[in-house]
């Protein structure tokens, strides 16, 4: 019984967060700590990730923590709560309230789901422009976890008990900090005069493709005349039979949610899917006009604001583009390029903050099958600043997309229109990362090559507007002029 009591006094001051610093409408007389605790945390939770874990793991946090201090996704968006939040953090900081200063200061976020579930909170953090965002922890409650896999979290659902809980919240305290570069997408094709282009998502995700939709007309990229879709990525974006597998899955989930309880049977019916694809038979039963050379041309940007023709090898059906070494469950495409590739083909090693993109080719699922082997890697065709695809009529109508685990079906074009899908450097945020993680800094004075790492900060962002530096997943934060913040109630 004491160390139960033992137990849950170090959880609070460690982890807790007063009430009267989350809700601002709080009672006066509400919880307050002697001291800052050591790692403030807002977790987030997605209740529907991970069959019942979710909502198993979100009242194990709640029981552990203030109530306050975790939130379901499925009841109020991240953006609404860490906006009312540093409003009210702000109110109290202009106060003279110094422990709210500390608990900003200090704060990390958890969140729990699959990596579309993280990625919007990644999106949300990015937009709304925090003058100290938080570090991210990710919990892996999805079918690939690609995210958590590669900066130490692990890829297998955890476990939903209290001790499981603790032992979670103890790495995160111990975690150290990485960053990770954030990507753009944009996608512009001009509004057809019959049918539509617009991406169109499966049955159903996590949340409705969150991770890419139209601009609003008042958006700085909106064109007359133009269908414009924006949206960004932290781990993969992915083009061809990967992205058509993975909507069949989702499609499928929807129609049959009961039988998408668990993440190993999740698995298993993944590669029953990718059977049914023809993603294992592709030269038999995959038009080679569905191919990615056929579809589109490709053209990378190595230097800054220099764009070149990209070769694809005409038996490439799927292209990969990758920010970290973790992608279908933590494999990794890119691999290592020994001493010769460096020096001959200019290739690096995958790191998560150099401002480069590895874009990888699979001829099928078979090729896909090296990634097993200690040094298997896929096709690599280069490494970018930038990539751009352009999309014209041909003999296929449509291809499949996906970022972050989110997929789609593209449409194409039937006239003589093109469709241009574009990704570009963005930025960085802040990861939360085990010591012994997959992801590696080009910073890292162990690394051999960081000696080599160029600022890709510099130039690039200073040529780029402020709308183009967002994923449009939240308003920036901000007081509003109008409003003496010492007089906020």
Known sequence: MADSESEHNNIHRDFYIPTYILAPNASSNSLRLPDVPTCPVLVFVNSKSGGQLGGELLRTFRHLLNKYQVFDLGDEAPDSVLRRLYLNIERLKGNGDHFAAEIEERMRIIVAGG???????????????????PPIA???????????????????????????????????????????????????????????????????LPHSLHAFHRVSLSDELNVEGFHTFRGGFWNYFSMGMDAQVSYAFHSERKMNPDKFKNQLVNQ??????????????????HPSSKNIAQLTKVKIMKKQGEWQDLHIPP????IVCLNLPSFSGGLNPWGTPNSNKR?????????????LLEVVGFRD??????????????????QAHGIRF??????????????????????????????????????????LATHDCRAKSIHDPTSQFSHDADEVDSDEEN????????????DTFKIPDEVDVSSLS
């Open 463 to 474: 040529s780029v507007t402020e709308e183009r530096r967002k994923f449009g997943a939240a």
């Open 390 to 431: 352009e999309f014209q009529k041909g003999a296929a109508d449509h291809t499949f997309m996906r970022i972050d685990g989110e997929p789609w079906k593209q449409p194409l074009p039937d006239n003589d229109d093109t469709v241009v899908v574009e990704i570009s450097h963005l930025g960085q945020v802040k990861m």
């Open 343 to 355: 020096r001959y083909r200019d290739l690096t090693p995958p790191f998560v903050d150099d401002g």
């Open 268 to 285: 298993s019916s993944y590669l029953k899917l990718g059977c049914t694809q023809g993603w294992f038979f592709a030269p038999l039963v």
């Open 365 to 382: 699922a078979w090729h896909g099958l090296v990634l097993l082997a200690p040094k298997g890697h896929g096709t690599r065709l280069a």
């Open 138 to 204: 990710t919990v892996p409650l999805g079918t690939g976890n690609n995210l958590p896999f590669a900066f130490g979290w692990g890829k297998k659902n955890p476990g939903t008990d209290l001790n499981s809980v603790i032992s979670f919240l103890k790495q995160v305290m111990n975690a150290k900090e990485m960053k990770m570069d954030s990507w753009h997408i944009l996608m512009r094709m001009r509004a057809p005069k019959v049918g539509s282009c617009d991406p169109v998502a499966p049955l159903e």
């Open 315 to 318: 038996s490439v059906r799927s």
């Open 115 to 133: 990596d579309g579930t993280a990625g919007w909170l990644l999106g949300v953090v990015s937009d709304l422009k925090l003058s100290q965002p």
